[in-house]
C-alpha cells in the first residue's frame, strides 16, 4: 500500500480481523475505495513529504494468528504504521474495513433463494396443472380460474395490509392494456398446448421463445450482432428434432406453445414501452397484470366453452378423482400466480441475463420433473432434440449481452 502526501494524514476505515484470513501465511489487505477513506491531520505536523509511504508494520489480527487467542474480543480499529522511503519516522494509520464483502454474501444468497422458490413453485403448478387438464380438459376455465386465483389474492392483502397498495392512474392502465392483451393469449395458449400434448413437450417448444424475440425485434428496426443469429440455429434445430420424434405429437399442443412463445415475446416489448418511468414493480406490477387479462379472457373463455360444459366437465372429474380434484385445481390456479410473482419479484434484483439464464434452469427442472412423475417415455433422439434446444437457449442469454 502507498500513500504520497504533502501533509500527514491518518486514514479511518473498517476493519475485523476475525471475519479475514486469520491463518493464512500472507496478510490479507482488502482494497478500499476513496469514498469510504476519512483523512484528519496528524499528531505530528512537522512531518511533510511527497514521497512515499509504506506500510513497516501490522500487530496481529494480519497474517498467522494463535489459536488460543481468537475467541479473545478484537477492537475493530487496527493500528498500524507507515514510514517514507529514506526515513524511519513512523506515521500513525488507522485502518476499518468496510461490511462490503457481507453485503455482497447476503444478496447472493438472497438471489439464490428467488431462484430455488422460483423453480420450486413452476415445477409444482406444472404438476397439477397437468393432472387437472387430464381429468378436465377445459383449458379455458383452467387459465381463467388461475388469473382469478392471483387477482383474488392480491385484493385481500391490500385490503388487510399486508401488502402496499400500488398507487396507479388512468396513463398506469392504459399502458398495460397490451401487455395484458399479449399476456392472456400467451397464458390460454400454452395452456391449450399442455391440455393436448406433455408438459415437456410443451417446455421445449417454450424453449424456442429467443428466436420469435429477435424475429419481432428485427422486424420493429432492431439489430443484433452475428452470435446472437448464431445462437439460433441449435435453438430452431433442436426444437424441430424435438417436434418430429415427439411420440405423442399433437398439431395444436405445437401450435399453442408457438403462438405462446409469440404472445409473451410482444408482452415483453410492451412492458419495455409502456412500463418506463412507472413506479409500480415487482408483485403489484403484476397483480395489475393478472386482473387485466383476468377482465380479458373472462367473456372469450364463455363464448368457447361455457358454464354448462364447465359443469358436466366439473361432476365428470368430481366423479372420477374425488375430493382431490378441487385442491388440484386450487393447488394449480394458486401456484401458477405464485411462481409468476416471485420471477417478477426477482427481476427487481438481478439483470436480464442472470434471470435469462435462471428461465433456461427452470425449464430444465420441469422438463425433467415432468418426465419423471408422469413417467413419460422419451427417445434418446428426442431427448438430444431438447438438450440442444436448451443449450441454444443459454448460448443466446450469453451473445445477447
Known amino acids: 500500500m502507498v500513500f504520497s502526501a504533502g501533509q500527514s494524514y491518518a486514514v479511518s476505515t ?14 490479507y489487505i482488502s482494497s478500499v475505495s476513496i469514498k469510504e477513506i476519512n483523512l484528519r491531520p496528524c499528531e505530528k505536523p512537522n512531518i511533510l513529504s511527497r514521497k512515499p509511504l509504506y506500510i513497516s508494520a501490522v500487530p496481529s489480527g494480519f ?47 438472497k438471489i439464490g433463494l428467488y431462484f430455488a422458490i422460483w423453480w420450486a413453485l413452476n415445477v409444482v ?12 380438459p377445459f383449458p379455458w376455465l383452467t387459465s381463467t380460474l388461475s388469473l382469478a386465483a392471483g387477482s383474488l389474492m392480491m385484493l385481500v392483502s391490500w385490503v388487510t395490509k399486508i401488502a402496499e397498495a400500488p398507487i396507479t392512474d388512468f396513463d398506469f392502465w392504459k399502458a398495460l392494456f397490451p401487455v395484458a392483451v399479449a399476456h392472456t393469449i ?16 410443451t ?24 452470435p446472437v443469429y448464431l445462437s439460433l440455429l441449435p435453438i430452431i434445430g433442436g426444437c424441430g428434432l424435438a417436434a418430429i420424434t415427439e411420440l405423442n405429437f399433437n398439431l395444436t399442443g405445437f401450435m399453442g406453445a408457438m403462438i405462446s412463445n409469440l404472445a409473451f415475446v410482444f408482452r415483453n416489448i410492451f412492458s419495455k414501452k409502456g412500463m418506463k418511468g412507472n413506479s409500480v414493480g415487482g408483485m403489484n406490477y403484476y397483480a395489475c397484470l393478472s386482473m387485466m387479462s383476468l377482465f380479458i379472457l373472462t367473456p372469450f373463455a364463455i363464448a368457447m366453452e361455457g358454464p354448462q360444459v364447465w359443469a358436466l366437465g366439473w361432476q365428470n372429474a368430481v366423479s372420477q378423482i374425488g375430493p382431490n380434484f378441487i385442491w388440484w385445481v386450487v393447488a394449480q390456479s394458486v401456484f401458477y400466480h405464485l411462481y409468476n410473482q ?57 451473445a445477447k449481452q
Not at 203 to 226: D, N, Q, Y
Not at 350 to 365: A, D, E, Q, V
Request: glycine content about 6%; aromatic content about 10%.
Open 14 to 27: 473498517n476493519f475485523d480481523p476475525l471475519k479475514q484470513n486469520l491463518w493464512g501465511s500472507k496478510p
Open 63 to 109: 497474517g498467522r494468528a494463535d489459536e488460543s487467542k481468537v475467541s479473545k474480543s478484537w477492537d475493530p480499529l487496527v493500528q498500524c504504521n507507515a514510514y517514507e522511503a529514506s526515513r524511519p519516522q513512523s506515521i500513525p494509520i488507522n485502518i476499518e474495513f468496510g461490511q462490503e464483502a457481507q453485503t455482497a454474501a447476503a444478496q447472493k444468497l
Open 125 to 136: 403448478f406444472n404438476i397439477y396443472n397437468k393432472k387437472v387438464l387430464n381429468a378436465f
Open 186 to 201: 400467451g397464458h390460454v395458449a400454452a395452456t391449450v398446448s399442455m391440455s393436448k400434448v406433455a408438459v415437456s413437450f
Open 203 to 226: 417446455h421445449i417448444i417454450k424453449s424456442g421463445e429467443p428466436a420469435f424475440s429477435v424475429l419481432v425485434s428485427r422486424l420493429l428496426g432492431e439489430t443484433f450482432p452475428l
Open 342 to 398: 416471485v420471477s417478477y419479484m426477482s427481476l427487481n434484483e438481478i439483470s436480464p441475463l442472470t434471470f435469462s439464464i435462471g428461465n433456461t434452469m427452470k425449464r430444465i427442472s420441469v422438463i425433467v420433473s415432468s418426465i419423471i412423475i408422469f413417467q413419460i417415455p422419451i427417445q434418446p433422439v428426442n431427448a438430444l432434440g431438447a438438450a440442444i434446444a436448451i443449450l441454444g437457449t443459454f448460448l443466446y442469454s450469453q
